[in-house]
Structures are given as structure tokens and as C-alpha cells.
């Protein structure tokens, strides 16, 4: 059975760009007679707030876009609020530990800056030089910083994977540079940790998101190997952009569902709008997302192998 998932932080109102990654996933798993899960990927305490959280689940509904799991169910996996979810992550981490596959990283932020090396795969992706792999025990008893936790990569690993929409990946994962960090000096769980243990434990089949997540999928996939779980297909799916190149994303004022709304906009013209900014139709025409389940495929939408859309 197909299963997709939307996996929002909920760190302010749902914009455009959510809607967007949420309608493709909706779409997806409608087309296949599959399911969605909706996952709050509320891990960074700070920064989500459950207001937020109540708000993005009136407004999916209000647009239509229902989920078949979602916040306040159990399930085989237990919760799909990821804050429910740490001592998952902690036995995964625990389980490392004792297999030895991961090392604790007491170097300083001032070091990691200092380590002059290009990133190899996208902009965000740091690039460590492994100097706390090979400590040796006596040496980390001397360290007074707390530590982070890295994942020991048995590199050099080559990762390939086909892409839904861009056709087929492959990277090349090292010893010591890529190295990642599974859990920060604070205790924070890597994203990279939770996402991919979560789309392993809750059996998603496809994982549907923006393309800025592409560079992280090697990494996620090299983590649900470790866990010894079925990898998911990826498809990643342009940014959607204003005229100035600016994310969506990064804009906070006049593209949330809420004030859309309130200029009078219905759910039909948002979704409307979004097929035709998709390339799944040739005017923008008000639709439902039931109209849409009956009426669009994926493969309607021309634009998704692009990297961006300018829409605004
Ligand atoms: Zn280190």
C-alpha cells in the first residue's frame, strides 16, 4: 500500500509552500488508493509552538487535504508528534552506541567554522574532518565540553537512488567528512535522525518534499539501512519562488492559508492556483481537492522535475 506523509514544523502558519508540498502527497496517496500521515515535526522546542500546530490542522481540513493518521492517534508506531516520539529516537541511538556506530564530537563551533572545506553536495551540508573518530577513550575522559554524537560512516559508500521527478542520484558518502550529527551538544536530535527513523517506522512507501531536502536524502538514506529498514522512494519537488527568487518560505507576510482567506480566497482557488503554477492545468480555475483527486494525476503537473517555480 502506498503511503505518503506531510511532515510540517509547526513554526508559524501554513503558506503557500506548504500547501503545495501537502497537495502532491494528498494527491499521491488518493491516486493509489493509499494512505497520508500527517507528522509534526515539532522537535525543535523552541522554535515550534502547538498554536501553530492546532492552525495547520484547521486549515489542511479546511482545504481538504484530510490525513488517515495524524497528532492525537496511536498507532503500530505509536504517536505522529515527533516531541512523543524521543525515546524511539534515544533506543536507535542507544542501539548505535553500543554497536559502536556513532562517536561523541566535543570540538568547538569556532573549530567546525574553521574547517576549511567546501561542501561537496549542497549549500547546507558541513563537511567535518573526523578529528574525534579517533580519539582514543583516555583522551575523551580528559574533554570537559559536552559532547555531540556523530555517526561513525564506514565510507567510502556510494548511495544511489532514482528520484520521482529528477531521474537518478548517486553520492558518494565518506569516512570522517561526512560524518553527521545524529544528536547536538545540547541533546537535540538531528532532523536528519527523526526524519528518517520516523518515514522507516511509520512505513512510508513515498516521501514526497521540496527540493531543498534533496542533499539530505543520501544521509537519510544511509541511516534507515543502519536501522535495518525498507528505504523509501524520494520525489522532490521544485521551491515555489517569487519574482526575486525568494522562497516562499522565507517570506512571512501575504501568502499564509489564513490570509488568503481573509482577502476571500476559497480552498478551490488556492488549490486552483497551485495546478496551474504545477503545470496540471492551463489557467488557473477554481478547484476542490476532491475535483482534483478525480480529475489530476501527478504525472499532470509538468513542472515538478524544475527546481524552482516562480510563482508571486
Ligand atoms: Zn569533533
Request: hydrophobic share 35%; charged share 25%.
Amino acid at each position: 500500500m502506498v503511503r505518503t506523509r506531510f511532515a510540517p514544523s509547526p513554526t508559524g502558519y501554513m503558506h503557500l509552500g506548504n500547501v503545495w508540498v501537502a497537495l502532491l502527497n494528498w494527491l499521491y496517496a488518493r491516486e493509489h488508493n493509499g494512505q497520508m500521515v500527517l507528522r509534526m515535526e515539532d522537535i525543535d522546542r523552541a522554535r515550534c509552538h502547538e498554536e501553530y500546530a492546532d492552525a495547520l490542522m484547521e486549515d489542511l481540513e479546511w482545504l481538504g487535504l484530510t490525513w488517515d493518521e495524524g497528532p492525537g492517534g496511536t498507532y503500530a508506531y505509536g504517536s505522529a508528534v515527533q516531541t512523543e516520539r524521543m525515546d524511539y529516537y534515544r533506543s536507535i541511538l542507544d542501539s548505535w552506541v553500543r554497536e559502536d556506530r556513532v562517536y561523541p564530537c566535543y570540538c568547538t563551533r569556532a573549530r567546525l567554522h574553521s574547517i576549511a572545506s567546501a561542501p561537496n553536495l549542497g549549500e547546507e551540508r558541513p563537511v567535518y574532518d573526523g578529528h574525534c573518530r579517533y580519539m582514543t577513550e583516555e583522551e575523551r575522559k580528559k574533554q570537559t565540553k559536552k559532547p555531540s554524537l556523530r555517526i561513525k560512516v564506514e565510507g567510502p559508500v556510494q548511495i544511489s537512488f532514482d528520484d520521482m521527478f529528477h531521474g537518478h542520484q548517486e553520492h558518494c558518502l565518506r569516512s570522517g567528512a561526512d560524518d553527521f550529527v545524529v544528536r547536538r551538544a545540547d541533546g537535540l536530535m538531528a532532523y536528519q535522525l527523526a526524519c528518517a527513523a520516523d518515514d522507516a517506522a511509520m512505513g512510508i512507501t513515498h516521501v514526497i518534499r521540496g527540493c531543498d531536502l534533496l542533499s539530505s536524502t543520501p544521509i537519510q538514506i544511509y541511516l534507515i539501512r543502519l536501522m535495518g529498514k525498507t528505504v523509501p522512494s524520494y520525489g522532490h519537488v521544485p521551491l515555489l519562488c517569487d519574482s526575486d527568487g525568494i522562497r516562499l518560505s522565507k517570506r512571512q507576510h501575504g501568502i499564509t492559508v489564513r490570509e488568503l482567506k481573509e482577502k476571500g480566497w476559497t480552498a478551490g482557488d488556492i488549490i486552483g492556483q497551485l495546478l496551474y503554477w504545477g503545470g496540471a492545468l492551463e489557467q488557473p480555475e477554481p478547484m476542490t481537492a476532491e475535483d482534483t483527486a478525480r480529475t489530476v494525476k501527478i504525472e499532470d503537473f509538468r513542472f515538478l522535475s524544475k527546481e524552482n517555480v516562480t510563482v508571486l
